[in-house]
């Protein structure tokens, strides 16, 4: 998972509290996005971007923001925490949005969050 | 909407060859992929197939495509006990990079 960073690693929040979950990438990839894995459901897209300043909704975007106004670094908001977001959370990035002729989509190794 | 589903679990013996299988619904989809999670880890891309492909080998690695029963399987030679993880199918839908992830397959091997 070289290049894409994810922090922290671990969280625990009490319901109701913020925090930003940091994610940055030195490949200068276009898209960038987030992911969350539950059990038995796979990972499910949060939120995603094609590029500086261009975000965009994914299949499970309430309780959640973006931005992206660098290249480099895509961080995702929780704005008041419910115990329903405790997840384990991906980044992710690939170098151009559309066809991706080959290109691999790199993951971050994850933020384990609670709510408690 | 797009679906992909995986079996939950799959239990091999040590050198025994394992078979994966995913299906999906989104007729679309330019490319599907396999990704290994190990404990506590990210996702690894193991490999990926382009949707005019019917098969694609990368050392102990074989990736099936049935296009008209959009059914994807991947099959390990020789499983090992690093082999142990959760794997991942996934296909790109509507906008290429964005992927729809099966829940995942458990493979356990035992010697």
């Known amino acids: 998972n070289a290049g894409v960073t994810q922090t922290p690693k671990f969280q625990v929040l009490k319901t109701g509290q913020s925090m930003t979950l940091q994610c940055a990438q030195d490949?200068?990839?276009?898209?960038m996005s987030w992911y969350r894995q539950d059990p038995g459901m796979g990972l499910r897209l949060i939120h995603y971007s094609v590029g500086a300043g261009i975000t965009d909704q994914g299949e499970v975007p309430n309780g959640y923001n973006v931005s992206r106004s660098t290249t480099e670094d895509f961080p995702l908001r929780l704005l008041s925490a419910a115990p329903s977001q405790t997840s384990v959370y991906f980044c992710a990035s690939t170098l151009t949005w559309g066809p991706p002729s080959g290109n691999t989509i790199y993951f971050g190794e994850g933020s384990w969050l609670t709510v408690v | 909407g797009e679906d992909v589903e995986q079996s939950l679990f799959l239990s091999v013996r040590e050198g025994d060859s394992s078979v994966i299988n995913c299906t999906y619904t989104?007729?679309?989809?330019?490319?599907l992929y396999w990704y290994k999670q190990e404990p506590g880890a990210g996702l690894q891309l193991l490999t990926y197939i382009f949707s005019n492909m019917d098969m694609k080998q990368d050392q102990r690695l074989t990736v099936l495509l049935n296009k008209k029963d959009k059914h994807l399987s991947l099959r390990i030679a020789d499983t090992q006990t690093g082999d142990s993880a959760i794997y991942f199918c996934a296909e790109t839908s509507g906008g290429y990079n964005k992927l729809i992830f099966g829940a995942g397959t458990r493979l356990a091997v035992h010697p």
């Open positions: 989104d007729s679309s989809s330019t490319y």
């Open positions: 490949m200068n990839h276009e898209y």
